[in-house]
């Protein structure tokens, strides 16, 4: 039956209109959360780099033991992985360089998902 007022909203969809709508919505809502997740791993990966870098000026440019202290408890207090932070501490020759600190910690990250 035919909604005879002027300007009337059909509210339910059909079938047909669902499956159209469908895959579109699916892939606007995937790329949203993988966006979301690649912001969040890209803000993740700063803050262990912004640590590792304050932790290598307190730690062995400075040696101040209170400053490294804080720096370290700040680590636990961020539930912030320590062998990530202990890794890139030890194992890049540049912490200025930001290639070769994604390069080793994506080397570290692989080795903890096998």
């Not at 993988?34 to 932790?55: H, I, K, P, V, W």
């Not at 207090?77 to 890139?88: F, H, K, Q, T, Y």
């Amino acid at each position: 039956m035919k909604d005879q007022r002027i300007g009337a909203v059909q509210l339910g969809l059909n079938d047909e209109q669902v499956s159209k709508n469908r895959p579109s919505e699916q892939k606007l809502l995937t790329k949203t959360v993988l966006t979301g997740y690649e912001c969040r791993a890209r803000n993740d990966r700063q803050t262990y780099f912004s640590l590792t870098r304050e932790l290598v000026d307190a730690q062995f440019v400075l040696a101040d033991q209170e400053l490294t202290r804080r720096l370290w408890q700040e680590v636990s207090d961020r539930n912030l992985e320590m062998g990530r932070i202990i890794n890139l501490l030890y194992r890049c020759n540049s912490h200025e360089d930001d290639n070769e600190m994604v390069e080793v910690d994506d080397a570290f990250l692989q080795l903890t998902l096998s």
